[in-house]
């Protein structure tokens, strides 16, 4: 499938995304194909604020009676179940799972 869709390019995507402003301010970037420097939009500088008090929030409260160590084995057992369900939407089924 790679080879009939061809190299992704960011800078055609990324302006498009909602709060996003990509760009490049003229730094290590020029000449570097591959790289793009995105930013925030100013409406979306304008709520960062809020959304990261209400995330920190969230987080507090998701993780009320967790230990500082436990909330290190809980991201770092969702990061593998990240990992593993990447694997498993990137390559056929294993373990005779079958579709009927």
Do not use: C, W
Not at 16 to 45: N, Y
Request: no cysteine.
């Amino acid at each position: 499938m790679a080879e009939r869709v061809g190299p992704g390019h960011a800078e055609d995507l990324v302006p498009r995304a909602e709060g996003l402003d990509a760009g490049s301010d003229g730094d290590d970037l020029a000449g570097d194909a591959r790289r793009a420097l995105v930013g925030l939009t100013s409406k979306a500088k304008s709520i960062r604020g809020p959304v990261q008090q209400l995330r920190a929030g969230i987080d507090e409260e998701s993780l009320t009676g967790f230990t500082p160590a436990e909330h290190v084995q809980l991201r770092d057992f969702l990061a593998r179940i990240t990992g593993n369900l990447d694997t498993m939407l990137n390559s056929p089924p294993k373990g005779g799972l079958t579709g009927g």
